[in-house]
């Protein structure tokens, strides 16, 4: 929406508010937008009425005096905090990914994260068995994998919810939440926790790599990412003696090397996570079968 009170004015009553209500907010959006959040005026029952537009000027006005002058919504909504994951992912043909499967509140815009990397995790699982070459567990490895990461952003967004509470209790465990994170550990850990780089599925006992998502190498030929464009697996090869052979169709071999990977060689999934670490033909064929199905008699 729009508003047409000075932007430093807005900003300096957001600031003064959210000292002790940080479930108000009003930041802009760019091009002259501004998104509004405000605090309903009690808890509702059941699926509430949509808000108006009406509505949401007098909560501005009980929280800041002002309604900041906003006009034009662009589009409203309620939320609260619900939290609900679903027993299962999978039952037979049909597969759950995204809101169909977990909702909570949106603190942190974690859900969008969340969503997307439950459908990449699932997209090219499911290309792998209308392509035919699937193994037979790959797609009951979706709930394996995806399940207790909701259940973390879940149990995350739970807590998130009770530290922006206004009660004496809620308000201290967020003081020492705030001096916890002056130590480094406990801030990349929170912080991996939020923006999911820390997600590290259980591929067996193996180095700490095995199983998190490998991040954008520079290598010799450019970045890694770039060569990840076609949705396909991918054997970053440090040492130039791996082949692929039999699995050429649905795995790319690249030869190079790069200072920032302290291994020999890493077999990226299409989701870009750390399938196999190591330098042995043997182990690598037995692992190419084990994600990507049944070699070819071809290249």
Known sequence: MEATEAPERIAAAVAEIRKTQLGFGVGP?????????????????????PPTFEE???????????????????????????????????????LLAGDAVHVHPPLGGQGLNLGIQDSF?????????????????????????RRPVAAGVLDLTRAQAVLISTEPGPQAVRRLFAQLMDFDDVNRFLTERIMATGIRYDFGPGPELLGRRLRDLQL????LYELMHQGRGLLLDQTGTLVVDGWADRVDLVTDTSEELDAPAVLLRPDGHVAWIG????????????????????R
Do not use: C, M
């Open 121 to 145: 995790n699932l997209g090219w699982k499911l290309a792998a068995a209308v392509g035919g070459w699937a193994p037979d567990d790959l797609l009951d490895s979706y709930e394996i994998e």
């Open 29 to 49: 959006t760019g091009n002259g937008g501004w998104r509004v959040v405000v605090p309903a005026a009690r808890v509702a029952d059941g699926y509430p009425a």
């Open 279 to 298: 330098d042995d033909q043997r182990t690598l064929a037995d692992h190419l079968r084990r994600w990507f199905g049944a070699p070819t008699d071809g």
């Open 56 to 94: 949401l000027r007098e909560r501005l006005k009980v929280f800041a005096g002002t309604d900041f002058g906003v006009h034009s919504p662009r589009w409203l909504s309620r939320f609260n905090d619900a939290t609900r994951l679903a027993d299962r992912y999978r039952a037979g043909r049909i």
């Open 220 to 223: 010799r030929r450019g970045r």
